[in-house]
């Protein structure tokens, strides 16, 4: 086999079915044998942070996409449970001389005030985001070969806990007041799921990129306002009003409530531009990003027939 996918998110879930699209065998691998169905996805049982367990399910692989998530989105967490599950992957797959692609998030850059490149330093020292740091250090000093590709925040078919997912897509679709979190005017950019996945096969498949840190195919960024009117408009239903949830209220409510304030600390990438511009990376992979448009067309698509 190939082609082997840890995690059945949106991400690996989209890569698997691309992959099997394109006629390629993939074998899935989750601790609860979840995943899309499709007669060439091999659905495995297999936990990912167990070496024996994982280099079995690795035998033959020659690429490993890592699309696993930690137990909970907390810092503490991540620092318990990501680096020694990365290590056991990147362990795994030297085994079987395999390259491993991550998807990766804009964390490490930190906390920026100009438009992040594939050179802008990653260098991030707090919480989640100096976790990714970590990751990525560890990622270059291991003897497996590796490519991480960046991506900002997810929208598209599959995407439910993010921003632009489940928080908004159902809440234009129903007319409710869309409250957000920052400014709803501050430019941000929107990676659309496929487009990464895209960019990840053809990642693994040139290995003049591996070893590299890729931004994922990318769109010029919109406000969180403009996104919702923009689901609005290929909905075909009326914009809802936009409000803002204060920072003040998130931080008050942080103060006894750790989850919240685990979302307090990454405030800063909705509270001012945060762009990503991907052009570079672009011309090094041959794929430019769906346009905004036909992303919200098919995510909104998604969304109405998965509530029939």
Same mark, same amino acid.
């Given at each position: ?21 394109? $006629? ?6 989750? &601790? ?11 659905? &495995? ?13 690795? #035998?033959?692989? &020659? ?16 620092? /318990?449970?990501? !680096? ?23 964390y490490s850059y ?12 990653? +260098? ?28 900002? #925040?997810?929208?598209? !078919?599959?995407?439910? /806990? ?12 129903? $007319? ?47 406000? %969180? ?43 800063? %990438? ?6 990503m511009d991907s052009?570079?990376?672009?011309? &090094? ?5 769906? !346009? ?6 098919? +995510? ?9």
């Amino acid at each position: 086999m190939n082609n082997v996918v840890i995690g059945a998110g949106p991400v690996g879930s989209t890569i698997a079915l691309q992959l099997a699209a394109a $006629g390629e065998p993939v074998r899935l691998l989750t &601790r609860s044998g979840s995943g899309p169905e499709h007669p060439l996805v091999e659905r &495995r049982r297999a936990d990912a942070g167990d070496l024996r367990q994982l280099s079995e399910a690795l #035998d033959g692989s &020659r690429v490993v996409y890592d699309c696993m998530h930690a137990s909970a989105y907390r810092a503490d967490v991540w620092r /318990t449970e990501l !680096p020694h599950a990365e290590h056991t992957v990147l362990e795994a797959a030297r085994r079987t001389d395999a390259v491993v692609v991550f998807p990766e998030s804009l964390y490490s850059y930190g906390h920026v005030s100009a438009p992040m490149t594939e050179s802008t330093p990653r +260098t991030a020292d707090f919480g989640k985001p100096g976790v990714r740091t970590q990751l990525l250090a560890a990622r270059e000093r291991s003897a497996t070969a590796t490519v991480s590709v960046v991506a900002s #925040d997810f929208y598209g !078919p599959g995407v439910l /806990t993010a921003h632009a997912g489940e928080r908004m897509v159902p809440t234009v679709l129903a $007319g409710r007041t869309m409250r957000v979190i920052g400014d709803p005017d501050a430019p941000h950019s929107w990676t659309y799921v496929p487009d990464l996945a895209a960019a990840m096969i053809r990642a693994a498949g040139d290995s003049s990129l591996w070893g590299a840190v890729l931004h994922a195919p990318t769109a010029a960024p919109l406000s %969180q306002r403009e996104l919702v009117t923009l689901y609005a408009e290929v909905a075909g239903v009326p914009a809802p009003r936009v409000s803002t949830v204060p920072t003040w209220l998130l931080r008050a409510v942080g103060a006894v409530h750790r989850d919240t304030r685990e979302i307090v600390e990454m405030t800063y %990438q909705f509270e001012r531009p945060f762009v990503m511009d991907s052009t570079a990376s672009e011309a &090094r992979l041959g794929l430019s990003p769906t !346009p905004m448009t036909e992303g919200a067309r098919q +995510t909104v698509a998604w969304w109405r027939e998965r509530g029939k």
